[in-house]
């Protein structure tokens, strides 16, 4: 049996892969590659189902306290006009989602101290008594009470991507903050009873195989309910501007293999794999994927919300998103799911 037939059976057999396992897989080519996206395509289905999760996201501040040097709403980008939402403008744009049958709704900025936890929590029981939808918030690394608050309040999950496993890649990238600080508000989220996920990038200047292995042992090792993997793409008013995105290919390999070893997680099929290339989202469906992101952020300040350059989603109205993703959906043969989306081990079982 030859390395990459061997590392597979590892993780099919439902074993704990090793480091070399996971390179493995991810060095495939051609027909292993083939074979890997097929094995991530029949674990999803077994474990997860072949319904899509969709989401409904509102992006409500583009100011960020941080200095990460691959995003555009770094602290220092003089060039980005900001803006905030008010309650009365995220409210409006939870009951859209709502009546249009969403039934999550993702809350997501960032890091901007002026929303306060008490704030935060007082919008999160808003929108729980009026709508009674999923929440989820992304609002990186905050105060372990505001975390508890949030929860208390009626948050259902958390993402918090730890971007990279390796620490000095994270010192370098992201100044000011360590992994392992971010760590620790992962492990709270986890004891404060939250669906909490994690998350990477693929192709960040630096980063090698390895350490893309260590990622997917990362979100193993920390049980990760949800899991973001999307490409580094440079955003030209940053310090990594003139470096080269993340492939397409190795995006998917990174995915595939998360799904392998994540096997009941939920994956998105992410707006920047969208963004890389046309049919990135379809191609992610395929390879063990089974949510996507719509977005809800109202259109007038969406260009100001810019992580990346170029965001597939910028222009679309949701309406006519909603549309285009059922479309490819049915063209997939993949029904909209139409329950909450929690992660299986807060639903009562697995989904087959």
């Not at 729980?128 to 989820?136: E, F, I, L, P, Q």
Request: one cysteine or more; aromatic letters at 6%; a positive charge.
């Amino acid at each position: 049996m030859d390395r990459f037939s061997a590392a597979l059976k590892v993780v099919l057999d439902g074993k704990k892969p090793g480091r070399q396992d996971i390179v493995t897989l991810l060095s495939a080519r051609g027909s292993q590659a083939a074979a890997l996206f097929r094995a991530a395509g029949r674990v999803r289905r077994a474990k997860v189902g072949d319904a899509v999760h969709l989401r409904a996201i509102i992006e409500f501040s583009s100011h960020c306290r941080n200095n990460c040097l691959y995003c555009g709403l770094r602290r220092d980008n003089r060039r980005l006009p900001r803006y905030r939402l008010d309650e009365g403008e995220i409210m409006s744009a939870v009951d859209k989602a709502a009546a249009m049958g969403f039934r999550t709704v993702v809350l997501q900025s960032g890091e901007d101290p002026l929303y306060s936890g008490p704030y935060i929590a007082g919008l999160v029981e808003k929108i729980k008594r009026r709508r009674g939808v999923a929440v989820t918030l992304s609002l990186g690394q905050r105060s372990r009470e505001d975390y508890r608050i949030w929860r208390e309040a009626g948050a259902d999950r958390y993402l918090l991507k730890h971007e990279t496993s390796d620490e000095e890649l994270f010192r370098c990238l992201k100044p000011g903050s360590s992994l392992q600080a971010r760590l620790e508000c992962l492990h709270w989220l986890k004891e404060l009873g939250y669906q909490a996920g994690s998350g990477n990038m693929v192709g960040l200047p630096g980063q090698s195989l390895d350490s893309l292995a260590g990622d997917i042992l990362l979100m193993r090792e920390l049980e990760t309910d949800m899991a973001g993997i999307g490409p580094f793409l440079p955003h030209p008013d940053t310090p990594l501007k003139e470096a080269a995105a993340g492939s397409l290919e190795l995006t998917l390999k990174t995915l595939a293999v998360a799904r392998l070893c994540l096997p009941r997680a939920h994956l998105p099929a992410t707006t920047a794999l969208g963004t890389l290339a046309p049919g990135g989202r379809k191609a992610a469906l395929t390879c063990g994927a089974n949510v996507i992101m719509v977005n809800f952020t109202p259109p007038e300040v969406r260009d100001r919300y810019l992580i990346y350059p170029q965001k597939a989603d910028i222009t679309d109205e949701p309406r006519r998103a909603l549309e285009n993703v059922k479309a490819l959906l049915a063209g997939l043969a993949r029904p909209v799911a139409r329950d909450y989306g929690h992660a299986i081990k807060f639903s009562g079982g697995d989904c087959t």
